[in-house]
């Protein structure tokens, strides 16, 4: 709880500026790389806004939270956040997170520690929104999304639910990439993932990394995974 209402985690996402957030959070070092899809624009299937009915609007934010079963900011429970280690740009983010529901919603009781679960000591089962990393692993849309899903359908994470998700799930596993109708269907399903609003967005960051010439086809994309992984061969030297 509260996060168990979907009313209140899409308050919550409506009520915060996250194109402001960010570039304050990031002193304009971010600014292009706010994330607000799964795929990165280097994947194949990427669409720009693909995430329904998302963007700043405290108005409808609040009538989320009105509609919600917790009925406005009073009945929450109190939201406890862990900025998943101690940069100051996740801690920031955090606070403006906190200091925008407060502001637009009401919100008051909220607490942030950072570090990781072991931040909250015994109350770590307690934690309501954790900040971690992910990305593609490997250059496939479909693989992307499939196992966040696979994640956060778990009654440990968010307990995700969604029909249309599970019927497509067998779809997207067994569709040839080549297909007319692929990048279709994994935006689908995209775009029903972020409709549950089950993640607040940051960004999608940049790596560097020193690789030697006879490392061939070597490319990352912005989430610091091996966008080019099936093309990467290692050349007589």
Known sequence: EPFDDINVRRALVHAVDW????????????????????????????KADNWPDFGFDPDLAKEELAASKYGGPDGLPKIR?????????????????????????????????????????????????IRNSWGATIPDPAAMVLGLYAN????????????????????????????????????????????????????????EYNVKPWLKNFDTNVDNNWASLLDIYVAKH
């Open 81 to 129: 956040i862990t900025t998943g280690g101690q940069s100051p740009n996740y801690i920031r983010t955090a606070e403006i997170m906190a200091e925008q529901w407060k502001t637009n919603l009401g919100i008051t009781d909220v607490e942030i520690r950072p570090g990781g679960r072991d931040a909250y000591g015994q109350d770590a089962d307690l934690i309501n929104i």
């Open 19 to 46: 194109d402001a957030a960010i570039g304050a959070a990031w002193e304009g070092a971010r600014n292009e790389r706010v994330m607000k899809t799964h795929l990165t624009p280097e994947l194949q299937c990427y």
């Open 152 to 207: 956060y359908r778990t009654p440990n994470e968010a307990g995700l639910e969604s029909q249309l998700l599970d019927d497509l799930v067998p779809v997207l596993k067994s569709m040839d990439r080549s297909d007319p109708e692929f990048c279709d269907k994994v935006q689908e399903f995209e775009a029903e993932l972020l409709g549950q609003y089950y993640y607040l967005p940051m960004i999608w960051d940049l790596y």
